[in-house]
């Protein structure tokens, strides 16, 4: 499935969306300004916010196809400071599947640029967001991981395109895969709590959506059969412990412990041991706790 952008990395048609979005204002309030900060305007701006998402929401209902939906995204987002956004499976984007999902704003040469050196399977945000149980604006990764290198230099590139601020959901469904719901900016400008509560609901009702929209073709994962020793020595990788460390706990060989690791690893064909613990609490081996 195609990104829905636009030959110059934008989407092109946020002008048309008139016949799907209505009038989402109507306290008659513009909801892309600065809130007031006090009493019964700070009261209104609240309330009109809350009517543009609701808007938003019953004219998803109305969008046939991912690219209306793409089109009622945007324009949401530009409402509220947001320039870009990605709904995605959390998947290969390199060999994903005809029914992955896959809609984004986001500037073509970044995206190139994402899928050309699979960026993706470092990228510092998602890691971070995986560990959070509602997600996170980008000023806290640090908080939930320790940024390596390379993932310092995915940021630093993602800024270079203009993506300087933004949020990030996970989104997890039993039997699918998981997916991510961002929404950037191109200011440092801090995300108000308000921000992120208006993000976290526009990519629930987007998600949502787009999973109704694709129906039965939507991704059903069927969950991979462990030992319980695989899924012992599992856990002990999500805890960052390594096969020799693993191996002294369990009172196990080195070699048996890799062979758990690496023989599970192979049944969900992934590369990266973290690749495998994420999949692992997806399929409910271990507890989203193993992560945290």
Partial sequence: MRPVVSPTGEIENRSQLAAFLGDSNDLGLDCRGAPPKSGYMEYAYDKGR???ISAFEQSSKNAATLDQLSALIDAIIGQFGFRWFALLHNVDLVRRSKKALMLTTYPVRWLDEII???LYLD???HAACAKTPSGL???RIGEFIAPSPRQI????KGRAHGLKAGFTMPIRMTDEPDAVFTAARDTDAELSSEDVLTARL???VAFDRARAILGEDRIVFEPVALSPRQIDC???VAQGKSDWEIAQILGLSRDTVHEYVEAARRRYGVRRRTQLVLRAV???HLNIDALL
Avoid: F
């Fill in 50 to 52: 809350l009517a543009a």
């Fill in 116 to 118: 050309e050196h699979r």
């Fill in 123 to 125: 990228d510092p945000v």
């Fill in 137 to 139: 604006s980008w000023d």
């Fill in 153 to 156: 230099s995915i940021l630093e």
């Fill in 202 to 204: 526009i990519g629930t």
């Fill in 234 to 236: 599992i856990a002990l």
């Fill in 282 to 284: 997806r399929d409910g």
